[in-house]
């Protein structure tokens, strides 16, 4: 079956510290990858993909994510987190190229 | 990027009225727009998509007969969820997709019903 797993329900880091927020995956073909963030009582803002190409994808926000076709696997990363990163980030894969399969979504919160 | 845009942001309604939400794309045509509802703390669930001119697919479990969706432009989706009862409370999200892979969220609509 199709699914998104991110494992984390909350991950919590210090602020200027590195964080990575855990996606894998499970679709079948060759995979579109996506990463949104949530804040609260908004809709969803589009961060970054992966169609093809470099496996590293630099997106908005200074965030950016390493597809990992072995392990398959599209964490989210940060090399300095932020206290306004804190909010819900979604991992999402298309499958069917039509329908947005998307992860449970993980809490990144960041302390000051 | 691209812009959606949802109406109304909040509603609140009494049991048994109908309620309706607008999803417009608003810099991009969007020859598909999806509908998606989320329940706190929890992860999107795609309601139906819909093509403009078409009927929308729905998924399992959602009633088409209440929740009614319409594409009439490439600009423009509703979503009216009929004679709606507390159980329908809920944060809708559309969401719109033009030519590129990605789609774009508008900003959800947070429906309360009494």
């Known amino acids: 079956a199709q699914s998104v797993a991110q494992p984390e329900d909350q991950v919590n880091v210090a602020e200027g510290n590195p964080l990575t927020v855990k996606c894998t995956y499970s679709v079948s073909g060759n995979p579109y990858l996506f990463w949104y963030v949530q804040y609260p009582n908004r809709g969803l803002q589009f961060l970054l993909k992966?169609?093809?190409?470099?496996?590293l994808v630099k997106g908005s926000y200074g965030f950016e994510a390493e597809f990992n076709k072995s392990q398959t696997s599209f964490h989210l990363k940060k090399p300095s987190a932020l206290v306004s990163d804190s909010a819900l980030y979604f991992c999402?894969?298309?499958?069917?190229?039509?329908?947005?399969?998307f992860g449970t979504g993980t809490r990144l919160q960041v302390f000051p | 990027g691209a812009v959606v845009s949802q109406h109304p942001s909040r509603v609140i309604c009494k049991s048994g009225t109908s309620v309706k939400i607008e999803c417009r794309s608003l810099?991009?045509?969007?020859?598909?727009m999806f509908w998606y509802r989320q329940f706190p703390k929890q992860s999107l669930m795609l309601m139906a998509t819909s093509n403009e001119g078409s009927k929308a697919t729905y998924e399992q479990g959602v009633e088409k007969d209440k929740f009614l969706i319409n594409h009439a432009s490439l600009t423009l989706s509703t979503l009216t969820v009929t004679s709606a009862h507390p159980e329908d409370s809920s944060f809708y999200i559309c969401?719109?997709?033009?030519?590129?892979?990605?789609?774009?969220f508008g900003p959800g609509t947070r429906l309360t019903v009494l």
């Open positions: 999402a894969a298309y499958y069917n190229t039509d329908k947005l399969i």
């Open positions: 992966y169609i093809t190409g470099d496996n």
């Open positions: 810099d991009f045509q969007a020859t598909t």
């Open positions: 969401s719109a997709r033009g030519l590129a892979s990605e789609q774009f």
